[in-house]
């Protein structure tokens, strides 16, 4: 361990959970560089946030000159150039036109919050609900939604109110075989919806449903179009908002800018981060006007809120996309990925994975391990001990892939070699099969 390393784990809060002691000093591309100089293929994206790959030269150079331009545009004092531009390049690719108003803020737990907000401004209803596995952050509101793990909310309760959960579609979160077909879980699910507003939350004191299009750190599982198509009807019911989570999924990760897009629902509001600014600390919530303009001035705002700098870079976020067409290279990398992982399970150790699942660059490993959670952990340090970052999530035995949407053929190819080396070393040492 390094003299800086040593130096961290004596003066950062032991309340951030680290998987390595790698002092990170130089990223590029789908590469970071640690301190002693070993390079590492990233294959988490420092959690889904640099999709372009680390220091893209068109977000890099955008940053740069707005550095020496006007580094803090309050927006509580006047408007920002920034800002504006960023959300007319924004608007080129919202999933629908009805998505027109805006509020920017820092991280992805206060668009979250400002969601919360919104919804029960506009609605004068105080209830919300969220669906089993769901995370939405770790602040006093977002990790009372946050239903993936107690980890984020053990211990530092009370926290807000009015919060009720609802199942999701998917066989380890309903405990039910793992062929059980998608359709009676999504009917069994929506069911359940309706017997909760009938039971503890009425429609009238509902302001709104969250839904991560896909679980994060539930899993890496894509919410079934149907799902998300009955939770649509339900809302619209009831008038309920719904309230679509890309922060994790948005900006190209599951193959289209965001994954509700996959099953045509247009949400009332949306909460958007991580590769918003490709590494800038940013994020927004994005929603219908209707109910964006119910809020009275000054009942949002922050110090940060909007950024310059992280606004110039995510302005060349959506510049970059579609210059360099990167969603054409994730439907490659992602065939080439899922054509890698059918290729492992045909292997004697390809046994130890029960399921692959997800859309685009944001695929989910689940094993089945004789003892939970333990396969995962294997998995990861064999990748580790191979130069390559790879993340666990959810209380499941599960590990995601989140490689940039820049990654080239050669890199994808490294990096399926190491996953397959990785779940061999792991399965032998557990005696699978």
Do not use: W
Request: hydrophobic letters at 40%; a neutral charge; aromatic letters at 6%.
């Amino acid at each position: 361990m390094s003299d800086l390393a040593t130096f961290g784990k004596e003066h950062i809060s032991t309340g951030i959970g680290r998987q390595t002691s790698h002092v990170f000093e130089e990223g590029q591309g789908s590469y970071v560089t640690t301190s002693d100089g070993t390079k590492l293929l990233d294959f988490t994206s420092g959690i889904g946030v640099v999709n372009l790959g680390h220091c893209h030269p068109t977000v890099t150079k955008a940053a740069q000159e707005q550095c020496a331009k006007i580094t803090h545009a309050q927006v509580n004092i006047a408007f920002s150039g920034p800002q504006l531009r960023l959300i007319q390049a924004l608007q080129t690719i919202m999933p629908s036109p009805e998505l027109d108003t805006y509020f920017l803020s820092n991280s992805g737990s206060e668009a979250i919050e400002g969601a919360v907000r919104i919804a029960r401004e506009s609605t004068k209803r105080q209830n919300v609900i969220v669906v089993q596995g769901s995370y939405h952050g770790r602040t006093a509101a977002s990790a009372a939604m946050t239903r993936s793990k107690t980890a984020y909310s053990a211990g530092v309760g009370p926290l807000m109110p009015g919060v009720f959960t609802s199942p999701f579609p998917y066989y380890s979160q309903l405990l039910v075989p793992n062929d059980t077909p998608t359709d009676e879980m999504v009917d069994y699910c929506l069911k359940r919806l309706r017997m909760l507003l009938e039971q503890e939350t009425a429609p009238r004191d509902t302001a709104a449903i969250f839904v991560e299009t896909v679980l994060g750190e539930g899993g890496y599982v894509p919410a079934p179009p149907a799902f998300l198509k009955g939770v649509r009807e339900i809302c619209d019911e009831h008038g309920i908002l719904f309230v679509a989570d890309e922060i994790q999924s948005g900006f190209g990760r599951t193959g289209k800018m965001f994954a509700v897009e996959h099953s045509g629902v247009v949400p009332d509001l949306m909460t958007m981060a991580k590769g918003i600014a490709n590494g800038f600390p940013l994020s927004a919530v994005v929603g219908k006007k209707k109910f964006m303009a119910a809020m009275p001035p000054s009942s949002l705002g922050g110090t940060y809120t909007g950024n310059a700098v992280a606004c110039a870079a995510g302005q060349a976020v959506v510049q970059a996309f579609r210059e360099e067409k990167v969603l054409d290279n994730v439907a490659a990398r992602s065939k080439q990925l899922l054509d890698g992982l059918a290729e492992i399970r045909q292997r004697p150790h390809g046994k130890l994975i029960e399921d692959v699942r997800g859309d685009g660059l944001m695929i989910g490993i689940q094993f089945r391990s004789p003892t939970k959670e333990q396969a995962r952990g294997l998995v990861v340090n064999a990748c580790g001990k191979r130069n390559m970052l790879l993340l666990a999530t959810s209380i499941f035995d599960v590990v995601r892939t989140i490689p940039p949407l820049t990654i080239s053929e050669q890199e994808m190819a490294d990096a399926i070699r190491i996953l397959d080396e990785s779940i061999a070393e792991a399965a032998a040492q557990l005696g699978v099969p």
